[in-house]
């Protein structure tokens, strides 16, 4: 069946300017976990939601950054007023159920801000 | 706070040779360890996923051990190839369902 689909792939904005990035989950899928991985690290969270509702936004990393999922399948994220730190590459998974089922990732959108 | 680091950040090795791939995590309240894949310019990639109460799972040439009273886990790799050169990434699942992921080990096979 289908994956984790993630649009758009690459996204360059200018500093200042809002983007928004989405996320399709595998169908089905109860939760949702957004990441942000800078060149050379690891993944780092950034938030999680079970269906609808958003249960844990520890790791969003200014009040800039904001994530919604209104129908508890598809998510965006939408970051306003990018800086130059928000460049990364924003990884999406999915997993039937939480805690100690195997998520699954999107490809990611590589975000750019000059 | 978990805290997960693996050993060695690089590695280089001839085709056909076996592998062990590191990772350790500080905290052993865990639900889950799992090993990524991850290509250039790519998304994750699940290799496997060995529950808290499970000490190993293997798939086809993939051997993933856990021991989670002393906080450590390998990827064990068996007569590597090419084909295998890419970034591996260990991640612990803990009580909040997310996971927490070490630097990764990039691996090269050289032909």
């Known amino acids: 069946g289908a994956g984790v689909s993630q649009s758009p792939r690459y996204k360059v904005a200018k500093r200042g300017q809002d983007v928004a990035l989405r996320c399709d989950p595998i169908s089905g899928h109860v939760s949702l976990f957004w990441y942000q991985q800078a060149l050379g690290q690891g993944p780092e969270f950034l938030t999680y939601f079970q269906n609808e509702a958003q249960l844990d936004k520890s790791g969003l990393p200014s009040d800039r950054f904001f994530a919604e999922r209104p129908e508890g399948s598809v998510s965006t994220l939408k970051i306003q007023r990018t800086q130059q730190e928000d460049s990364a590459v924003y990884l999406c998974?999915?997993?039937?159920?939480?805690?100690?089922?195997?998520?699954?990732f999107g490809p990611g959108t590589r975000l750019t801000v000059t | 706070k978990q805290e997960v680091t693996q050993i060695p950040a690089a590695l280089s090795v001839p085709e056909g040779e076996n592998l062990v791939l590191n990772c350790s995590f500080t905290?052993?309240?865990?639900?889950?360890l799992q090993w990524f894949r991850q290509d250039p310019g790519k998304g994750l990639t699940s290799l496997l996923l060995?529950?808290?109460?499970?000490r190993e799972q293997t798939s086809g040439r993939l051997n993933a051990s856990l021991d989670k009273s002393s906080g450590r886990s390998t990827l064990y790799i068996a007569a590597s190839q090419p084909g295998d050169s890419a970034t591996y990434l260990c991640a612990v699942c803990g009580s909040q369902g997310n996971l927490i992921f070490g630097k990764g080990t990039k691996l090269s096979v050289k032909p």
């Open positions: 998974a999915s997993s039937l159920e939480t805690r100690g089922y195997e998520q699954y």
């Open positions: 905290d052993s309240a865990i639900y889950n």
């Open positions: 060995i529950q808290s109460s499970q």
